[in-house]
DNA sequence: GCCAACGTTGGC
DNA sequence: GCCAACGTTGGC
């Protein structure tokens, strides 16, 4: 499977009584407002050329205790935020920036709940849509380097016909994927849809990200366009053979990573693609 | 910090 | 359903 959405069940807001209608844990406000805080101070430290702790974690604070383990994994993961790009260069001139994010257009059940999520569904949204269920170091990463403004490639993945499907665009900066202090939502405005990782009946619940300590991410996107045919994962691999445009792309060297750098010429050679075979809509 | 065991991703 | 290629966990 894909890191992929937990789909509908956010902006839908509704139709999903059932799954959305999980009781959330009252979560007490103010420990919410501190941990969103350090959410926020994380913010800085996690932007791309520090690949270093300049974490803003106090080192005597109860959430740098907890989450010592993940700031590991989370250093580790940082480098390929940043090294590469001299390599692969992500942003275009105007200051944009591209990606890939994948989704599971085909019903799989995940914790109870189906987790499909394809560019229909997006094209389908009156509202920005979180990209939630994120749940690797890189792909939240990645997410969180995501600008207001920044293309990304939909890819269909963990289905019969695995690819690039259209794009969207991020409408709004990370957020913490958590349910947040409603005192809280003006830190996240326009748009904070409370999701998955602190509720056990949401598809990626997790655990060991505790409420005052968020481990995960969002991104609010909206749709932008889809193919009229789309590039299949075939297609994408003999675009990156060596010596191919797409040699160094990461979503074809790290093909598990469900939220991916793509560089301005990958962007632009992709959608150079389309437009030979019958654009967008 | 190493590494074995286990879990996950995702194409096929 | 299989399984390769990772990622995470926890003992030492």
Same mark, same amino acid.
């Given at each position: 499977?894909v890191k992929?959405?937990?789909?509908?069940?956010?902006?839908?807001?509704?139709?999903?009584g059932l799954?959305r209608s999980t009781?959330?844990?009252?979560?007490?406000?103010?420990?919410?407002?501190?941990?969103?805080?350090?959410e926020?101070?994380?913010?800085?430290?996690?932007?791309?050329?520090?690949?270093?702790?300049?974490?803003?974690?106090?080192p005597?604070s109860k959430?740098?205790q907890d989450?010592?383990?993940?700031?590991?994994a989370?250093?580790a993961?940082?480098?390929?935020?940043?090294?590469?790009?001299?390599?692969?260069?992500?942003t275009s001139?105007? +200051?944009?920036s591209?990606?890939?994010?994948?989704?599971? =257009?085909?019903?799989r059940? &995940? @914790?109870?709940?189906?987790? $499909?999520f #394809?560019?229909?569904?997006?094209?389908?949204?009156?509202?920005?849509?979180?990209w939630?269920?994120?749940?690797?170091y890189?792909?939240?990463?990645?997410?969180?380097?995501?600008?207001k403004?920044?293309?990304?490639?939909f890819?269909h993945s963990?289905?019969?016909?695995?690819?690039?499907?259209?794009?969207?665009?991020?409408v709004?900066?990370?957020s913490?994927?958590?349910?947040?202090?409603?005192?809280?939502?003006?830190e996240?405005?326009?748009y904070?849809?409370p999701?998955?990782?602190?509720?056990?009946?949401?598809?990626?619940?997790?655990?060991?990200?505790k409420p005052d300590?968020?481990?995960?991410?969002?991104v609010h996107?909206?749709?932008?366009s889809?193919f009229?045919?789309q590039? +299949?994962l075939?297609?994408?691999?003999?675009?990156?053979? =060596?010596?191919q445009?797409? &040699? @160094?792309?990461?979503?074809? $060297?790290? #093909?598990?990573?469900?939220?991916?750098?793509v560089s301005?010429?990958?962007?632009?050679y992709?959608?150079?693609?389309?437009?030979q075979?019958?654009?967008?809509?």
């Amino acid at each position: 499977m894909v890191k992929r959405k937990a789909s509908q069940l956010d902006t839908a807001s509704d139709t999903t009584g059932l799954r959305r209608s999980t009781r959330r844990k009252p979560a007490a406000p103010d420990q919410t407002t501190e941990a969103s805080k350090d959410e926020l101070t994380e913010k800085g430290a996690t932007q791309p050329p520090q690949p270093e702790k300049t974490s803003k974690k106090l080192p005597h604070s109860k959430a740098f205790q907890d989450s010592k383990k993940s700031m590991k994994a989370e250093s580790a993961a940082q480098p390929s935020t940043a090294s590469k790009s001299e390599t692969n260069e992500t942003t275009s001139s105007s +200051g944009r920036s591209y990606w890939l994010l994948k989704a599971e =257009p085909e019903s799989r059940f &995940e @914790n109870g709940v189906d987790v $499909k999520f #394809s560019i229909d569904d997006l094209a389908s949204r009156t509202e920005p849509e979180p990209w939630d269920g994120i749940r690797n170091y890189v792909a939240r990463n990645n997410l969180r380097a995501m600008k207001k403004g920044d293309i990304a490639f939909f890819y269909h993945s963990n289905c019969k016909e695995p690819g690039i499907v259209g794009t969207m665009e991020i409408v709004q900066e990370h957020s913490p994927d958590c349910k947040c202090a409603p005192s809280l939502l003006h830190e996240f405005a326009p748009y904070h849809m409370p999701v998955s990782a602190h509720d056990p009946k949401a598809p990626y619940y997790d655990a060991s990200s505790k409420p005052d300590n968020p481990k995960w991410s969002v991104v609010h996107v909206k749709f932008r366009s889809k193919f009229s045919k789309q590039i +299949g994962l075939k297609e994408l691999r003999e675009m990156g053979q =060596p010596g191919q445009p797409l &040699e @160094n792309m990461q979503m074809l $060297k790290q #093909s598990r990573l469900s939220v991916s750098r793509v560089s301005a010429s990958e962007f632009e050679y992709l959608m150079d693609v389309v437009k030979q075979r019958g654009g967008e809509t």
